[in-house]
């Protein structure tokens, strides 16, 4: 006598879940559309090709750490470290290439940076059992620290022509950047839709305890989030890098709230057990597009952000109505 | 349908949800002093019916009548507004505060003009009010540091606060001790002396039939009777829930002598000392034993989910304690948890998911899950079993108990586990569902799977055990097998002895 309903027939009046989370990912296009709409109303450059290029092209930094942040959040943890994770990787990474290692090495030690400040934040949740919020609020401050005492504060120049190149260079007229987060965002699609570590991920961030008496590995699978989340900080403090010609100690900051709100309009819960590669994607799109959108129509940048605020707590109210009431 | 003397006159209650009717038609009557028992299975509509009573959901149709005046109850403040209190299974206290804060939370005692609230009026007010109900409780202790039963208390006492005439518990003994039990029960008469009506929604049969005067019978969302108790019987009352008769049947031993486990000196230098006993496969042991008396932490010791500090589980080539859950899967045993909510289920995934955590790389080839592999053979698992109803691609959430329950066994049946531990197996669920999971219990056994049963319920024990481990303060206090399982002698073990002597003359009066 623990439920509140009858449960069996109560059953019958859902659709199957997987449905359900179409359902939510089709309502965040909505909203996209809806945006489209309206700014291409508003703007006769917004829905031209090179325009809706360029948003995608903006939003691909945001939704490569949104795609990492998205896991940790299903796992239910949270990663605030990811703009001092990118930018002590770009700064190692940068170092490396100007000290002339070939670029591949100089790119995995980078990766490999982003991990590492993964693996610290994974192994002091998994194992000593602290809690994501202040362990990632700690590593916020150390990697950047560690980013700022290696520089001496100063940006590192000299990132080969090569790279930057290939970075600001496209492929069929999409840009790299964007190939590049596609990529990645297809690959994690599968890892969560199709693989045993995505189940463990859905499970353990639906129900931790039960998870690790159904045999979970828990700990394995929390870090192996948190060094993907670093690893995918890394990437995007490459592209940036790319783009810019320079690897600043001071990059990505405040990417982790950006990130963050592109998860949750996502449909991503900050209780865990629920979020979606697709809905991320849509979501970072839907924060590029506002900011593109209003800065075509000369909109001041401060109400630029009173928009992103409004469309993430609209987003929430959205959410929050359409699920069913527990 | 008319009653002169009517505290309580449910009138034609209706409630659907999109899809189904909850409840249709329901009519019942509660008297002044009357404990009145609400009864039905899981589903039957009783939660419906108490959330009605107390306001949270708004009735489609029908009347709610107390006292003789129409009342609509729309929000919980109007239902407490009427004289209606509930008292919720899962206890609504808040534990960092005072016992007297939250017997006045929502409604505090004022001074200086409204401004603050006047702890001292509070404590005073509280303190008359527990004496009367358990003078043992002190108003300004942290309802953290109460018992479970205590904090039951509490949630009465705020419910006389409110003056209620009604009082309404659900399942108000799903966590209590047999003897708190007991005091609930002589605190039910008191109450219900001073005229209070109090609805009683329990499953266990034994307190109905201690506690309530009357009871109503509900089955499918409609009304099946209203009874008298002293006038009926156990066997009639639950053939009305059920609809059918359900028959008990005998117990047929599949045991063997081929051992499944040794346990040997297992301990967590908490409460858990020197368990010894061995498992076969093909067996049934049952676990007994008061609640506290370690039942539930011996098998999470075995299980892997709490760490021992002494003795070994050896299981064929594998030799424990061992330290993780996962550990003891590859060893070949599974835990059937007893809080199917919190240990159990992942309620937001598919029930073929759940029963695919455990033993993931069985459907995975180069690393991706071989969905139509999983849901055929989770599909043939649930049809055996009876999931109803029969979708494994539907979120477990949405089944009730006993199917959540049959998705659980079905996960350790597709890790193929040797030994299955089973924790109060059919708390929670229907009747009619209780005999379907005794029944698979003794297929796996037949099927030479090596079974523990650890159960609060007496009869549950008999009915499916070989042999029976009784536990007292933490250790095995003895083992009866056959014939020598009574109700008797596993009391006899299991109640703590003050005195070596003493105890041997009542383990005496008891066989």
């Known amino acids: 006598m623990t439920d509140h309903t009858t449960p069996d027939r109560a059953a019958g009046r859902r659709s199957l879940l997987p449905a359900a989370f179409n359902l939510r990912d089709a309502g965040t296009l909505f909203g996209l559309i809806l945006i489209f709409v309206i700014f291409g109303i508003l703007s006769p450059v917004f829905m031209t090709t090179p325009n809706l290029l360029n948003i995608l092209q903006q939003s691909s930094i945001n939704a490569c750490i949104a795609l990492g942040m998205t896991f940790v959040i299903i796992s239910g943890g949270i990663d605030l470290s990811v703009g001092p994770a990118a930018a002590l990787s770009a700064v190692a990474g940068a170092a490396l290439m100007v000290a002339g290692i070939p670029l591949p090495l100089a790119l995995l030690a980078a990766l490999g940076t982003g991990m590492l400040c993964g693996l610290f934040n994974g192994v002091l949740i998994a194992y000593a059992g602290l809690q994501p919020f202040i ?8 990697y950047r620290a560690l980013a700022l005492i290696f520089t001496g504060g100063n940006p590192i120049f000299g990132i080969p022509a090569e790279f930057r190149s290939f970075i600001n260079g496209d492929l069929a007229g999409v840009p790299v950047p964007v190939l590049i987060v596609a990529a990645i965002a297809v690959i994690l699609w599968v890892v969560l839709n199709r693989s045993p570590l995505g189940e463990y991920i859905l499970a353990i961030g639906g129900n931790p305890e039960a998870a690790r008496i159904a045999g979970v590995p828990v700990a394995r699978t929390k870090i192996i989030v948190y060094m993907l989340s670093g690893g995918l900080a890394a990437v995007a403090a490459m592209i940036l890098m790319g783009r810019l010609g320079a690897a600043d100690p001071t990059m990505g900051n405040l990417w982790e709230l950006d990130a963050i709100a592109a998860a949750a309009i996502g449909g991503a819960s900050l209780m865990g057990g629920k979020g979606s590669v697709v809905g991320t994607l849509l979501g970072a799109v839907i924060l590029g597009s506002l900011r593109n959108g209003l800065t075509l129509m000369n909109v001041q940048a401060f109400y630029q952000l009173l928009a992103t605020g409004i469309i993430i707590i609209v987003a929430m109210l959205i959410d929050r109505a359409t699920r069913g009431k527990g | ?17 999109p899809g189904i009717k909850a409840l249709d038609g329901v009519s019942f009557t509660v008297r002044p002093g009357e404990v009145h028992g609400l009864l039905g299975e899981n589903g039957a509509g009783k939660s419906t019916m108490l959330n009605i009573l107390s306001g949270v959901f708004a009735a489609n149709a029908g009347r709610i009548i107390i006292d003789g005046t129409d009342a609509s109850l729309v929000g919980p403040k ?13 206890l609504q206290l808040i534990p960092a505060l005072s016992v007297a804060q939250n017997i006045f939370l929502g409604r505090p005692m004022r001074r200086a003009g409204g401004l603050l609230v006047d702890r001292a009026a509070q404590e005073r007010r509280a303190e008359e009010i527990l004496s009367a109900l358990d003078p043992t409780i002190d108003p300004k202790a942290k309802v953290s540091e109460l018992k479970v039963a205590q904090q039951q208390i509490v949630e009465i006492a705020r419910a006389l606060l409110d003056d209620a005439r009604i009082i309404a518990m659900d399942e108000p003994t799903s966590s209590l001790t047999p003897s708190e039990f007991d005091n609930l029960a002589v605190l039910i008469a ?7 009506s109090i609805i009683y929604v329990s499953h266990k049969m034994d307190e109905v039939f201690r506690v309530c005067d009357r009871a109503t019978v509900l089955r499918d969302g409609r009304f099946v009777a209203t009874v008298t108790l002293a006038e009926t019987s156990e066997a009639q009352i639950i053939a009305r829930m059920v609809g059918r008769d359900v028959v008990a049947e005998g117990h047929v031993s599949h045991a063997t002598d081929v051992v499944a486990m040794t346990v040997s000196g297992l301990g967590d230098h908490r409460l858990i000392r020197d368990a010894d006993f061995a498992l076969h496969r093909g067996e049934v042991l049952g676990i007994a034993g008061l609640v506290g008396s370690g039942r539930t932490e011996l098998l999470r010791l075995v299980a892997g989910i709490d760490r021992a500090n002494a003795g070994t589980v050896t299981v064929g080539s594998a030799t424990g304690p061992f330290r993780t859950p996962r550990e003891a899967i590859h060893a070949g045993i599974g835990l059937v948890p007893e809080e199917r909510k919190k240990d159990g289920i992942v309620r937001a995934r598919s029930v073929a998911s759940n029963i695919a955590l455990p033993c993931m790389g069985k459907f995975t080839t180069f690393g991706l899950i071989r969905r139509k592999d999983l849901h055929r053979e989770a599909t043939a698992l649930m049809e055996q079993m009876h999931l ?10 949405q089944f009730s108990g006993g199917n959540q329950q049959k998705a659980i066994i079905g996960r350790w049946l597709a890790a193929d586990v040797d030994i ?5 197996p059919t708390r929670g669920i229907d009747i009619g569902a209780k005999s379907e999971i005794y029944d698979l219990i003794e297929q796996l056994a037949a099927a030479g799977k090596a079974i523990v049963v650890v159960s609060s319920e007496m009869t549950e024990i008999m009915r499916v055990s070989d042999r029976v481990l009784v536990m007292r303060e933490g250790r095995i206090a003895g083992a009866l097998t056959g014939p020598e399982i009574t109700e008797g002698r596993i009391a006899a073990l299991a109640i703590p002895q003050s005195k070596g002597g003493a105890s041997a003359a009542a383990v005496r009066g008891h066989t």
């Open chain 2, 388 to 397: 109803r109803p029969p979708q494994v691609d539907r979120a477990i959430g």
């Open chain 2, 190 to 196: 008191a109450l219900a002396a001073q005229g209070k």
């Open chain 2, 420 to 424: 299955l531990l089973f924790d109060e």
């Open chain 1, 135 to 142: 362990v990632t609020l700690g590593g916020l401050s150390l």
């Open chain 2, 78 to 90: 109007s239902a407490r507004a009427a004289g209606i209190a509930m008292i919720h299974q899962e």
């Open chain 2, 1 to 17: 349908m008319t009653d002169p003397v009517a505290r309580l006159k449910v009138d034609g209650i209706v409630k659907a949800f």
